[in-house]
C-alpha cells in the first residue's frame, strides 16, 4: 500500500502545475466540449448522406425488401436530424452555464438552502447534496420537452412508441424518485469516503464504487427495473425447454427465466443475462418472443451466453476500474488548486477550501476530450467481444457435441436480420461514426463473419473426413 501511495505522490508532483500556473481552466473547458461537440456534429454529418441511399448493402438485399428499407431510412435521418439539433442545443445550454457562472451561483444556492435550515458551509456534505439537487433541477427543465418529443412525435411517428403521456411522467416522476433515494446517500458515502481518508482516498474510494457497483447488479433487476416493467416467468413451451437445455448443457448458472413486457413502452427487441456469478437471470422481451421463432431466440441467447463463457462483463468490469483508478489518481491535483476554481468564477473564500463535489465535477469536465477517446477504446473492445460471442453460437456445436445445433450461425443472422427490420436500425453505417458510437458491429459484418465463420468450420470438418 505505501508503494501505491509513494507512486500516486509522484504523480501528484508531476500534476503540480494545476496548483500554480495561470491556466485559464474555464476558457480550456470550453474549447474542449465545444471540439467534442463540434465533431460528433461532424460524424452525423458523414453519416446522414447514406440515409439517402436507395437499396441496402448487397449482403442483405435478399433479406429487406423495398417498404422495409425506405422506413429505416426514414427513421435513421430523423433520428440524425434530432440528435444533431439536440447535440448542439445541450451543448449552448452547457457553455451558458459555464460563461455565467452558473455553478459557483448554484453552489451559493445551496448554501443558502441549508442555512435556511440551520447549517452553516462547515457542512459540507449537506451543501453538495443540494448542490447536485439544485443542478439537477436546472438541467432537468430543457431535458423534458426534448424527451418528450423524442417519445410522442420521432418514435411515434415511426410506429414504436406504446408510452402513454400519464405512464411518461410516471416514469419521469419514478427516475426522480430512484434518483433521490439511491443517489443522495450514494453522494454522501462518496464524499464521506474522501473526507475520512483523506490523500489516501484512491483505494478506498475504488473499493466503495466497486461495492456499490456490485450492489446495483443485485437490486437493479430485483428491486428498480418491476418498477418501470413486469418481469414474468417465462411460459412453458419451446422456447424455455430450448432455453433451460442450453444453459445446463453450458452450465449456465441459470436459476431465473423471464419474460418483460418490453412492448408496454416500446417495439424494439431485446435479450439479456444479469446477477452474481453463482446466480443468473436471463430476461426476454416480449416483443422478440413474438416476432422471431424459438429456435431463433435460442440463438441469440447462445450468444449472449457466449459472452458469459469469455467471462466479458468480468472483464468489462476490470476495464471500468483501471479507468476509474486513472481518474481518482488524477484527481488530487485539482482538489487542492484554489485557483482551479477561481478559473470558474467561485469566490475566494469557496476556492480556498475547494468542495469536493464542485473541483470533481470541473475535473470531469476536464478530461471530456480524453473521455472520447476512451469511449472509442471501449467500443472497439466491445466490438471484439460480440464478434467473439457470435464465433461461440456459431461453433456451439462442437463445444457441446449437439449436431442438432450445427445451423446455430444460421439461426442467429436471421434473428438478427429480424431485429434489425422489426427495430429500422440503420443498414448503410460510415466507419467512423460507427467507431465512435456504436459498441456493436453493423449488420453487415456481423453477417459476413458469422458466414465466415461457418465456412471456416464447414472446411475444417471435411478435411476432418
Given at each position: 500500500?505505501?508503494?501505491?501511495?509513494?507512486?500516486?505522490?509522484?504523480?501528484?508532483?508531476?500534476?503540480s502545475?494545476?496548483a500554480?500556473?495561470?491556466?485559464?481552466?474555464?476558457?480550456?473547458?470550453?474549447?474542449?466540449?465545444w471540439?467534442?461537440?463540434?465533431?460528433?456534429?461532424?460524424?452525423?454529418?458523414?453519416?446522414?448522406?447514406?440515409?439517402?441511399?436507395?437499396?441496402?448493402?448487397?449482403?442483405?438485399?435478399?433479406?429487406?425488401?423495398?417498404?422495409?428499407?425506405?422506413?429505416?431510412?426514414?427513421?435513421?435521418?430523423?433520428?440524425?436530424?434530432?440528435?444533431?439539433?439536440?447535440?448542439?442545443?445541450?451543448?449552448?445550454?452547457?457553455?451558458?452555464?459555464?460563461?455565467?457562472?452558473?455553478?459557483?451561483?448554484?453552489?451559493?444556492?445551496?448554501?443558502?438552502?441549508?442555512?435556511?435550515?440551520?447549517?452553516?458551509?462547515?457542512?459540507?456534505?449537506?451543501?453538495?447534496?443540494?448542490?447536485?439537487?439544485?443542478?439537477?433541477?436546472?438541467?432537468?427543465?430543457?431535458?423534458i420537452?426534448?424527451?418528450?418529443?423524442?417519445?410522442f412525435?420521432?418514435?411515434?411517428?415511426?410506429?414504436?412508441?406504446?408510452?402513454?403521456?400519464?405512464?411518461?411522467?410516471?416514469?419521469?416522476?419514478?427516475?426522480?424518485?430512484?434518483?433521490?433515494?439511491?443517489?443522495?446517500?450514494?453522494?454522501?458515502?462518496?464524499?464521506?469516503?474522501?473526507?475520512?481518508?483523506?490523500?489516501?482516498?484512491?483505494?478506498?474510494?475504488?473499493?466503495?464504487?466497486?461495492?456499490?457497483?456490485?450492489?446495483?447488479?443485485?437490486?437493479?433487476p430485483?428491486?428498480?427495473?418491476?418498477?418501470?416493467?413486469?418481469?414474468?416467468?417465462?411460459?412453458?413451451?419451446?422456447?424455455?425447454?430450448?432455453?433451460?437445455?442450453?444453459?445446463?448443457?453450458?452450465?449456465?448458472?441459470?436459476k431465473?427465466?423471464?419474460?418483460?413486457?418490453?412492448?408496454?413502452?416500446?417495439?424494439?427487441?431485446?435479450?439479456?443475462?444479469?446477477?452474481?456469478?453463482?446466480?443468473?437471470?436471463?430476461?426476454?422481451?416480449?416483443?422478440?418472443?413474438?416476432?422471431?421463432?424459438?429456435?431463433?431466440?435460442?440463438?441469440?441467447?447462445?450468444?449472449?451466453?457466449?459472452?458469459?463463457?469469455?467471462?466479458?462483463?468480468?472483464?468489462?468490469?476490470?476495464?471500468?476500474?483501471?479507468?476509474?483508478?486513472t481518474?481518482?489518481?488524477?484527481?488530487?491535483?485539482?482538489?487542492?488548486?484554489?485557483?482551479?476554481?477561481?478559473?470558474?468564477?467561485?469566490?475566494?473564500?469557496?476556492?480556498?477550501?475547494?468542495?469536493?463535489?464542485?473541483?470533481?465535477?470541473?475535473?470531469?469536465?476536464?478530461?471530456?476530450?480524453?473521455?472520447?477517446?476512451?469511449?472509442?477504446?471501449?467500443?472497439?473492445?466491445?466490438?471484439?467481444?460480440?464478434?467473439?460471442?457470435?464465433?461461440?453460437?456459431?461453433?456451439?456445436?462442437?463445444?457441446?457435441?449437439?449436431?442438432?445445433?450445427?445451423?446455430?450461425?444460421?439461426?442467429?443472422?436471421?434473428?438478427?436480420?429480424?431485429?434489425?427490420?422489426?427495430?429500422?436500425?440503420?443498414?448503410?453505417?460510415?466507419?467512423?461514426?460507427?467507431?465512435?458510437?456504436?459498441?456493436?458491429?453493423?449488420?453487415t459484418?456481423?453477417?459476413?463473419?458469422?458466414?465466415?465463420?461457418?465456412?471456416?468450420?464447414?472446411?475444417?470438418?471435411?478435411?476432418?473426413?
Open positions: 500500500m505505501d508503494l501505491l501511495h509513494s507512486q500516486l505522490a509522484a504523480l501528484q508532483q508531476k500534476l502545475f494545476v500554480t500556473d495561470p491556466i485559464d481552466w474555464k476558457f480550456y473547458v470550453q474549447v474542449f466540449s471540439s467534442v461537440t463540434l465533431f460528433e456534429s461532424y460524424l452525423l454529418l458523414r453519416q446522414y448522406p447514406l440515409y439517402s441511399k436507395t437499396s441496402p448493402p448487397e449482403v442483405l438485399v435478399d433479406h429487406f425488401d423495398a417498404e422495409a428499407f425506405t422506413k429505416s431510412q426514414n427513421y435513421g435521418k430523423d433520428k440524425a436530424k434530432f440528435s444533431l439539433i439536440t447535440g448542439l442545443f445541450k451543448q449552448a445550454l452547457d457553455s451558458a452555464m459555464l460563461h455565467y457562472g452558473l455553478y459557483a451561483f448554484a453552489w451559493d444556492m445551496a448554501g443558502g438552502l441549508i442555512a435556511y435550515f440551520g447549517y452553516s458551509s462547515e457542512y459540507e456534505i449537506s451543501q453538495s447534496l443540494a448542490f447536485a439537487i439544485v443542478l439537477f433541477v436546472i438541467s432537468s427543465i430543457p431535458s420537452p426534448l424527451s418528450a418529443y423524442q417519445t412525435v420521432l418514435e411515434e411517428k415511426h410506429g414504436f412508441n406504446k408510452t402513454t403521456p400519464a405512464l411518461f411522467v410516471t416514469d419521469l416522476l419514478k427516475s426522480w424518485a430512484i434518483g433521490f433515494v439511491i443517489g443522495m446517500p450514494f453522494l454522501a458515502a462518496f464524499l464521506y469516503v474522501f473526507g475520512w481518508a483523506g490523500d489516501r482516498f484512491v483505494p478506498w474510494l475504488m473499493a466503495f464504487l466497486l461495492a456499490f457497483q456490485i450492489i446495483m447488479v443485485i437490486i437493479y430485483t428491486v428498480i427495473q418491476p418498477l418501470f416493467n413486469k418481469l414474468s416467468p417465462l411460459q412453458e413451451g419451446e422456447l424455455r425447454t430450448r432455453t433451460e437445455s442450453l444453459a445446463t448443457k453450458l452450465k449456465f448458472p441459470l431465473h427465466l423471464y419474460e418483460i413486457d418490453g412492448s408496454k413502452r416500446s417495439s424494439h427487441s431485446n435479450a439479456y443475462f444479469f446477477g452474481l456469478p453463482w446466480s443468473k437471470h436471463i430476461v426476454i422481451f416480449d416483443t422478440l418472443i413474438k416476432e422471431s421463432k424459438p429456435e431463433e431466440v435460442e440463438a441469440v441467447l447462445a450468444h449472449e451466453l457466449g459472452h458469459w463463457y469469455h467471462m466479458h462483463p468480468t472483464k468489462l468490469l476490470c476495464v471500468s476500474q483501471v479507468h476509474i483508478f481518474i481518482l489518481a488524477m484527481f488530487p491535483a485539482f482538489l487542492h488548486a484554489p485557483q482551479f476554481l477561481r478559473a470558474f468564477d467561485f469566490s475566494a473564500a469557496v476556492s480556498a477550501r475547494p468542495p469536493t463535489i464542485v473541483a470533481f465535477l470541473l475535473f470531469q469536465m476536464i478530461l471530456s476530450p480524453l473521455e472520447a477517446v476512451i469511449g472509442i477504446a471501449l467500443n472497439s473492445l466491445s466490438r471484439q467481444f460480440e464478434w467473439e460471442a457470435d464465433r461461440f453460437a456459431c461453433e456451439i456445436q462442437d463445444r457441446l457435441s449437439a449436431p442438432e445445433m450445427k445451423d446455430m450461425g444460421e439461426r442467429l443472422s436471421r434473428a438478427l436480420i429480424t431485429l434489425h427490420v422489426k427495430n429500422l436500425s440503420t443498414l448503410w453505417v460510415d466507419w467512423l461514426y460507427s467507431a465512435y458510437h456504436h459498441s456493436h458491429p453493423t449488420l459484418e456481423r453477417l459476413k463473419a458469422l458466414q465466415a465463420f461457418q465456412s471456416k468450420r464447414d472446411s475444417a470438418a471435411k478435411k476432418e473426413l
